[in-house]
């Protein structure tokens, strides 16, 4: 490896230019002309891939028709999280509508061997000191994360308004009520004066559209509807029935890196397909220590999710109370923790999110701007550097864990950190020392063909009994095919109409043409990889606003055109300068499978989170709901 000297007169033990070139050609191969389309619909024939496996079956109750002050679409975090603060804000005339057998979202869904969410979970589970519940581990399993939706359901005496098992079909706006109609598939009609979309960002499980996908004999199913019956064992592990089984697993996203460990240690043989690596760092998982929880202070989560969120924001803090990966990716990039004056890198990248705004920053940006120094350091290279760094050590970690050499070079990912989700993990690279453990590297083509009998891939067939699909969920595609139903506003305008030339949002929430809604989604808003945060900031805005109109006797809000317009463009203004990053990315659902058709309006508020829910505080301490257009009328 050579040693090169960069302009700002650091050493590095890597070439640069040689990585660049590399990340540029990893790139180039995976690009494909058919983008989003490679993927096909579960829909038709492919419909039982998303099968409910948890429900019980044969469920019936009577079809409800009545009216409700609330319909809160989802019983994932977003859902409960909202039931919960509009429970706290006194409004209790509210039902939950969700299409799983029980509580959790995505935690629902997502049952597979080893699912666990790698955001700490003292920052990810809501409400922690209002529940009392204390996290047997720094990083929950998928089984606590469900217990503990259960004790928030429980809290919030969700259960009891909810629907669970049933399937919103339409939603459409009747202006001479002044309501919802909600319609589901169990007969359901209800005349909700507001409506909460909390569908969930990656919610609709995709297939790769792949030749011979229908001809395989053998058994097939999506990671998010694991199927144990067929598998044996139980979120842990022990997937007893699978010790004379051929498995094949297609895919090594942030799902495959988690189950694979445990296929690894039941299968008779297993064949990872990849066609992309995922950075593999650290987990350090610990169990929560007793001394420490009961030494926390009140107000302990909200400090420690400040925390966390202002560092993944590039905000200084005095420390960095979860210390872990992502963290410490973040505070790599932004160059160090912050003392009370900003780093330079850290104002540069504010410099380039176009995040003038608060007091502190525009004094930090002044002095960044009259600084010299920083005129000659290069910061996006600065950036660049901290973040070949970074993903060299994270091919190191290959080198040292995986035997075979050729097998942890392919394991070793050549692009920047974010260009993807980063996975964090102890045992995924181990695997591939077990001798029942193949990886089969598509170096970017991805699976040729399916065969009765298995897996084609470079005029190889692999014979397999089962075939997993670890092939992630639609991002890029319209919203009511993601949400499952329909949405027809003022005099019939559909979502898809209304943002088919991008989205335009009253931050984030609201939506011009959809009176009364409130829309729980990354886009426009603030986003946090801690994203039960975000949703709990959406409730308690959207809880707040609710509970305003009743006071006011308003029974009708819509966004101004105006503020409507002014939030798209200040969206626009503040994403700018994402576009050449994302282009510079190994295709994925980050980036629209690599044809990005930069919309910067679809992006996050790019601000960062933490200033946007500051923007949002402030808008409420207002008092004035400026920007929302109310009309008066008797509540009935
Ligand atoms: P992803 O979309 O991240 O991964 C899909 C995988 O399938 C990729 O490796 C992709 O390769 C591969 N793939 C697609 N088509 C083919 C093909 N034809 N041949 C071979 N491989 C193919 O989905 P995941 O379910 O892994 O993760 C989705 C998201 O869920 C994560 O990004 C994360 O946000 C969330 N998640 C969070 C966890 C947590 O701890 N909090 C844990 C697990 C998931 P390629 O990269 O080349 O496109």
């Known amino acids: 490896m050579s040693s090169t000297v960069v302009p700002q007169g650091v050493r590095h033990n890597f070439d640069p230019d040689a990585l660049r070139e590399k990340y540029r050609a990893e790139r180039d191969k995976r690009i494909r002309a058919d983008g989003n389309d490679q993927y096909v619909e579960v829909t038709g024939d492919f419909s039982h891939y998303v099968d409910d496996p948890h429900a019980t079956p044969g469920f ?82 998928a089984e606590e994360t469900l217990e503990y ?26 202006e001479s009520s002044r309501r919802w109609q909600v319609k589901t598939d169990r007969g359901d009609q209800l005349q909700a004066r507001f409506i909460i979309h909390s569908n969930g960002p990656l919610n609709r499980p995709k297939l790769p559209g792949i030749k011979g996908i229908d001809q395989f004999k053998g058994h097939t199913f999506h990671t998010s509807r694991w199927d144990y019956a067929y598998t044996g064992g139980t979120s842990f592990g022990e997937l007893t029935n699978l010790e004379d089984k051929r498995v094949a697993i297609i895919g090594t996203g942030a799902t495959a890196v988690q189950c694979v460990p445990h296929l690894a240690a039941s299968a008779k043989a297993l064949y990872v397909f990849q066609r992309t690596p995922s950075s593999i760092d650290v987990r350090n998982n610990q169990p929560t220590d007793p001394d420490w929880i009961s030494a926390q202070r009140a107000g302990w989560q909200k400090r420690r999710q400040t925390n966390f969120e202002s560092i993944m924001s590039g905000l200084p803090v005095k420390e960095d109370l979860v210390g872990d990966g992502w963290t410490e ?39 960044y701007l009259t600084d010299k120094a920083v005129q000659h350091m290069g910061l996006p290279q600065k950036m660049e550097m901290a973040d070949f760094e970074k993903m060299e050590k994270v091919r190191a970690r290959a080198d040292a864990l995986v035997s075979d050499k050729s097998t942890a070079e392919s394991l070793k ?120 945060y975000a949703l709990d900031e959406n409730s308690i805005h959207a809880a707040y606003i609710i509970d305003q109109l009743r006071q006011r006797g308003a029974t009708r809000v819509e966004a101004s055109a105006k503020a409507e317009s002014d939030w798209v463009k200040t969206v626009i203004q503040k994403a700018r300068l994402t576009e050449d990053f994302q282009k510079s990315c190994t295709p994925g659902y980050y980036n629209n499978e690599g044809h990005v058709q930069f919309q910067p309006q679809n992006t996050f508020y790019g601000g960062g989170p933490m200033e946007f829910f500051e923007l949002m505080a402030k808008w409420r301490g207002k008092g004035k709901l400026d920007g929302l257009e109310l009309q008066l009328s008797t509540y009935e």
């Open 413 to 532: 990912p050549y692009y920047r950190q974010f260009c993807k989700r980063p996975c964090f993990h102890d045992e995924y690279l181990q695997s591939f020392n077990r001798d029942n453990v193949t990886l089969i590297d598509t170096h970017g083509r991805g699976v040729e063909a399916f065969t009765e009998k298995g897996v084609l891939f470079d005029g190889e067939e692999y014979e397999v009994d089962c075939i997993i699909f670890a092939t992630g969920f639609e991002v890029g595609t319209d919203y009511s095919r993601r949400a499952g139903y329909s949405i027809e506003g003022v005099n019939g305008l559909t979502v898809t109409e209304k943002w088919q030339d991008g989205m335009a949002t009253f931050h984030g929430l609201h939506a011009r043409g959809f009176p009364n809604s409130f829309f729980f989604g990354p886009i426009q808003s603030g986003f946090t990889a801690a994203f039960t």
């Open 149 to 174: 939706c259960e004790v928030l359901a429980q809290r919030y005496r969700l259960r009891e308004q909810a629907l669970l098992q049933t399937q919103v079909k339409s939603v459409s706006w009747q």
């Open 329 to 367: 990716a973040f505070r790599n990039l932004f160059g160090g923790l912050g003392d009370s004056m900003p780093s330079k890198a850290r104002l540069a990248w504010w410099a380039i999110q176009g995040a003038f705004s608060s007091k502190r920053r525009e004094r930090g940006l002044k002095q």
């Open 60 to 141: 019936t109750r009577e079809a409800l028709v009545q009216k409700v002050e609330v319909v809160i679409i989802g019983g994932g975090f977003g859902g409960m999280l909202a039931a919960a603060r509009l429970r706290e804000a006194g409004i209790t005339n509210f039902i939950l509508i969700e299409k799983g057998g029980g509580f959790g979202g995505t935690w629902y869904w997502n049952r597979y061997p080893g699912a666990s969410c790698d955001i700490e979970a003292y920052v990810y589970l809501p409400l922690l000191e209002e529940t009392g519940f204390v996290p047997r581990q720094k990083y929950t399993n």
